[in-house]
């Protein structure tokens, strides 16, 4: 069974910046797309960021511009860089790894979860 650890979440003010790293242990890493997604009290889990194997990535609109997704083949992590955060980006951060290596934004293409890593914005 492949095991995600997000780490890295806590609370913080709004126009803080934080880094979600998140460990992938399942070889090779850099066949595998990852996603980031998360999901509010009484939401839906949303995508936040997909990246494919090679590195691409695809951000959903509500922190385009403010977030950034980088993988590290060589350690088998992935990170979530998220500036100027607002309330509404409080919620639980999930990472994801996909079947295939290429980019996906469908949940459903997701077979491997992290536990989850709380995030919460002040005003």
């Known amino acids: 069974q492949v095991q995600l650890v997000e780490s890295g979440g806590g609370l913080v003010q709004a126009g803080d910046s934080l880094r979600v790293p998140c460990a992938a242990p399942?070889?090779?890493?850099?066949?595998?797309?990852m996603g980031w997604f998360r999901q509010a009290p009484g939401k839906q889990r949303e995508l936040v960021a997909a990246?494919?194997?090679?590195?691409?990535?695809s951000y959903a609109d509500s922190v385009k511009g403010r977030s950034t997704s980088p993988r590290d083949n060589v350690k088998n992590m992935v990170y979530l860089q998220m500036n100027s955060l607002k309330p509404e980006d409080t919620a639980m951060y999930y990472c994801?790894?996909?079947?295939?290596?290429?980019?996906?934004?469908?949940?459903?293409?997701?077979?491997?979860w992290g536990q989850g890593t709380q995030v919460t914005v002040s005003s």
């Open positions: 994801a790894e996909a079947r295939g290596m290429v980019l996906t934004t469908r949940v459903d293409e997701y077979d491997y």
């Open positions: 399942r070889p090779p890493f850099s066949s595998y797309a």
């Open positions: 990246l494919s194997g090679g590195g691409s990535t």
